[in-house]
């Protein structure tokens, strides 16, 4: 069960079909707003090697990291293929008046 | 008096590589000139429209050309079909198999798989091999040692080079690396960046190769003509010179060992038929700074960020200008490398890596 909520920026800090970097405690993610209005997080780093996913591109559900093109189902973190072979972790998010918090 | 020159290891299993990985030059952060959001966006958009119609056109031309050179095979008019196909089989697919594994040449995936298949096809490179090849390519760009795609090693071997402009060499690693993958045997330095999951592809791919080239000169016996030849597998040779005229400039005679693409890689300007040839990876800085921006928006990413990088080459001459005399430098010297001077309004990066490196290049 998620617990621990952390505010990540408000809902319009984040332009549909894309995703921002949210640095906490050491760690960092990337928060996605879909082409619906809804939210996702997932670990910050692509599973292939260290780069940050929130430069990459947001399709439908899709996010395709910016150096090598690896591809992973945000909503799911499942990796889509060569050349990530391994899941992206994901985590809970909520929208309440406005803000975007996630649980870590 | 001789001159003490660092020796270089190419081999991914090598001290070069371990060195690499020890100083940190391996899998590092490389420089990107600073774009807002809001604007690479713009420019990472996805487009089927601009790929299908070079598509059409690509495989159109080479299906008349072909149709022509058939017609006339037997006389001496064959000759320049033969040469546009070739043109098109053994240099165009260079650029295709490039732009559509990184996935951005279409919107649509199964697009960019299809045409990434056929183009590895025709220029005879595994498409998992050199998927992960070329991810390894952007992953550490240059560096001795570890990247696989090195293409003009130093000291420069000349015969090489020129033998490669026929895809004779090519040719040659080519069909001994897929015959050996046919049999099921992936080399050591394959196994470095293959993950294994992906190794029985690499398998199953290279024995459809076999089967296709096997049908192929057994075309060729039947009907007692080279010509089912001259249609598959040969134009890789006849055809190759285009993707190495452009591709040597890639990188040619710049510095090896640093993470700032604007030292290491070649923006240069070309005619219209080169650029469709090559599909604007004439925008060479741009692409490895920015591998996500497809081919069709190169043109106005060099347009937004040109006054953070080098001067572009203005045209191909001149880019062999400068890296012919490079390599005949470095057959004495292989340190030597053509040291490039970042605009006033550039933002220097990692200075210490090209400031170690200067000496070399006077």
Redesign the interface.
Known sequence: MSGNWIKVCEKDDIDEE?VIRFDHSGKTFAVYRSPADEFFATDGLCT???IHLA???V?DEII?C????G?FNYKTGEAKG??V?VNLKTYPVKVEDGSVFISV | MAIQTTKRDYSLLGASGRTAVETGLAAAEWYHTDISRKEMKALMQRSDAPAVRDTFVWLGSMAVLAGLGIAFWGSWLCIPFFLAYGVLYGSASDSRWHECGHGTAFKTRWMNDAVYQIACFMIMRNPVTWRWSHTRHHTDTVVVGRDPEIAVMRPPDLFRLVLNFFGFLDVWHAVIDMMRNAFGVLSASEKTFIPEMEQPKTILVARVWVAIYAATIGAAVAVGSILPLMLIGLPRIYGAWHHVLTGLLQHGGLADNVIDHRLNSRTVYMNSISRFIYWNMNYHVEHHMFPMVPYHALPRLHAMIKHDLPAASPSMWSGYREMIPAFLHQLRNEDYFLKRELPQTARPYREEFHNELAPAAQ
């Open positions: 894309d292939h090697e260290h430069d990459g591109l399709m395709e910016p150096k090598h093109n591809r060569a050349p072979c």
